[in-house]
């Protein structure tokens, strides 16, 4: 991903008013992040660990504003649904958006299963490891695996935006 500026961050957002946008809490260490390692940008919001957000370039660059349901306090594995890392205990939430437009003014959101920190781009690259087999051997390469990953995102943004 390239690298991306805070007001870039703010006007990328489809499913939340500009205000809500302007209000939220963007990462302060946006010159640091591994940006060649990174599909897209996630970050859960530190004043409010409930809420988390997500950048991706898919031709354009489309922000989404997450909320993280509350744990069961489960102990089992749990798998993201976009890079397929396995997780003990909390490492896997759900996380809800409300769709955009009409739709979402009317209360309907989306939900998907996956890393609580946002962090699929690092477990698929190693850089990051969710403890001892929470990634399996896969037969395709790195690249598909980011291309599968890019496009589970993309999958559920058509959902958000729907």
């Known amino acids: 991903m390239k690298p991306v500026t805070e007001h870039d961050i703010r006007a990328s957002f489809v499913n939340c008013t500009?205000?809500?946008?302007?209000?939220?809490?963007?990462p302060k260490d946006l010159g640091e992040r591994?940006?060649?390692?990174?599909?897209?940008l996630g970050w859960r919001d530190?004043?409010?660990?409930d809420r988390a957000?997500?950048?991706?370039?898919?031709?354009?660059l489309v922000g989404i504003a997450l909320?993280?349901?509350?744990?069961?306090?489960?102990?089992?594995?749990?798998?993201?649904?976009?890079?397929?890392t396995?997780?003990?205990?909390?490492?896997?939430?759900?996380?809800?958006?409300?769709?955009?437009?009409?739709?979402?003014?009317?209360?309907?959101?989306?939900g998907v299963y996956v890393c609580a920190d946002l962090a699929c781009s690092l477990y698929l690259r190693g850089k990051k490891s969710a403890g001892p087999g929470s990634?399996?051997?896969?037969?395709?390469?790195?690249?598909?695996?980011?291309?599968?990953?890019?496009?589970?995102v993309a999958a559920f943004l058509t959902r958000v935006r729907s």
């Open 86 to 110: 396995t997780h003990q205990g909390d490492g896997v939430s759900l996380m809800t958006a409300r769709k955009s437009g009409k739709s979402g003014q009317l209360g309907n959101s989306v």
């Open 46 to 49: 530190p004043a409010a660990p």
């Open 135 to 152: 990634r399996f051997k896969e037969s395709i390469t790195l690249d598909d695996q980011v291309e599968r990953t890019v496009g589970n």
């Open 67 to 84: 909320r993280r349901a509350t744990q069961s306090g489960r102990a089992r594995k749990t798998m993201c649904s976009w890079c397929l």
């Open 34 to 40: 591994p940006w060649d390692d990174l599909d897209f």
């Open 53 to 60: 957000y997500l950048v991706i370039d898919l031709d354009s």
């Open 18 to 26: 500009k205000g809500e946008a302007k209000r939220m809490h963007v």
